[in-house]
């Protein structure tokens, strides 16, 4: 135990100074002007201007717009998902119909769609959402899928053997079982989910960090405009631990 | 012999057979036909009675564990549990399986309360019953213990504990050794005696392994291969209390080396059958 801990240590040292070396070598790179400071900031101004959008931009408020999207689409994402998983998993017909469709639909830009979905909801946060929420689904539906099929037939003979109902056998053994490998598809649909919500606001110019980023390009505010991309990075960060932690809570082994 | 703090089952009041098994038969349809698994298999199991059914791999002996156990339905025959035919997965069989069996995603204690919780007892009851056949099983310190962390002889101590908590009349187990080695089985073994001998539980074990059933059981039920039948119960007239310290004496070897000349004659029709069928698909791939 004491020496895995350690060994821990150590990996988080070599990973952090991994990347302050590769920091290092860009910012010398580019001040040496082997790389043109023109296309890429050096890191350290990309640095300083965090401050500066923080203070200028409102950045807090653009911060919480995308995280708030984000929020609403992992809330489809996930309740939508699973519940497609279930119904295909509960009918044969269903999935043998659908199933390579959904697994197309995990193929396909979906944030090209993006004038279609403004025609429908208009130039709104509930664009950005419904694209998000789309592109985010396909994951989650596959992978419930693939965990309740995956549930081992000596566990569900187990619960029939106790004489569970339909309904136990799900909530009791077969959701369980799966809950890993759903987890695996909610990890990628939020990411995916997060990737389009920040495309389609960059795409539109509206809401938060993705029309951020959009105006400091414009703008051609290189250093801004990375430091606002880190912001990004930040929120998916969040939402990585926050996905993390609730399959920890709802699965401890 | 029941110890101290004996559950509170009530033992059998009518002194009949507590499980009878009538003409019981099994056919399966397969690409190659119909075939015969089980054919016209009739015993019954005295209340307090452990009994083993030992046959060669393919006599139908899972088949015959998936009837009684309720599992399996469309054969002929009956399978009765005291006065009561039995259709489905009954309340009185409690069912041990060869696999692995235990819930990953819930703690030794959460695990062994499984059925209790399915039954409604109240949280604080269900954990003290739990803990109960914990102890018992002798996993006394691992109810926090999550299966991942436990060896392969422990984890099937959870299921068989599983099983027990629900006190069923009947204990129906499947090979649930089979995965074992050879010492962690016999050790194992002494463990399910000392149960077995503690609760008075009416046992029915399905396996293969001739020591284990001579190790274990008052009678020996072998069967023939394909279709399996009965083809002779032996009574195994070792003193109880027993452990596994039977196995070096001469009356072990003298049971053991009987089952043996009965088996080897199916259990090598077995492997011819096996094997014909197997040079018969090569001949076929190869010379289509």
Known sequence: MRRRARLGVAAAIVGASTLAIVLLVLEVLIRASIINPFIVPPPSAVAAAIPRIVAEENLAHRFWQTTQEAIFASILVTTVGIACGVALQRFRRLRLATETWVAALAAAPIVLMYPLFLVIFGRSATTIVMIGFVAGLPPVVLKTLEGLQGTRAVLVRVGRSFRLTQGQLFRKILLPAALPTIFVGLRLGLIFALINIVGVEFLINFGGLGQLINELAERYDLPGTYAAILFVVLVSVLFFVLAERVERWLRPA | ?288
């Open chain 2, 1 to 288: 012999m029941r110890n101290g703090h004996a559950v509170p089952s009530s033992p059998p009041i009518d002194d009949g057979p507590a499980l009878r098994v009538e003409r019981v038969a099994k056919r399966f349809e397969t690409v190659e036909g119909a075939f015969v698994a089980v054919d016209e298999v009739s015993f019954s199991v005295r209340a307090g009675e452990f009994l083993a059914v030992i046959g060669p791999s393919g006599c139908g002996k899972s088949t015959l564990f998936n009837i009684i156990g309720g599992l399996l339905g469309e054969y002929d025959g009956r399978v009765c549990v005291g006065s009561t035919v039995i259709s489905g997965p009954h309340p009185s069989i409690g069912m041990v399986f060869q696999e692995e069996s235990t819930f990953p995603w819930r703690n030794v204690e959460d695990n062994v309360a499984f059925p209790l919780e399915i039954g409604g007892v109240p949280k604080a009851e269900r954990l003290g019953r739990a803990r109960h056949f914990i102890e018992l099983v002798g996993l006394s310190g691992f109810e926090r213990t999550y299966p991942a962390e436990l060896s392969g002889g422990m984890r099937q101590r959870v299921a068989i504990a599983r099983t027990l908590v629900a006190e069923p009349r009947i204990l129906l187990m499947d090979e649930p050794f089979a995965a074992l080695d050879e010492q962690t089985r016999l050790l194992l073994g002494d463990k399910v005696l000392q149960i077995q001998q503690a609760l008075a539980q009416t046992t029915l074990l399905i396996t293969h392994n001739i020591t284990e059933a001579v190790q274990l059981a008052d009678r020996v039920l072998v069967m023939t291969y394909r279709p399996g039948r009965i083809k002779r119960i032996v009574d195994i007239d070792l003193p109880r209390p027993r452990s596994s310290d039977v196995v070096g004496s001469d009356a072990f070897g003298r049971y053991v080396a009987a089952i043996w000349s009965d088996l080897r004659e199916e259990a090598s029709r077995g492997i011819r059958d096996d094997e014909s069928a197997r040079r018969h698909t090569a001949a076929a791939r190869h010379h289509p």
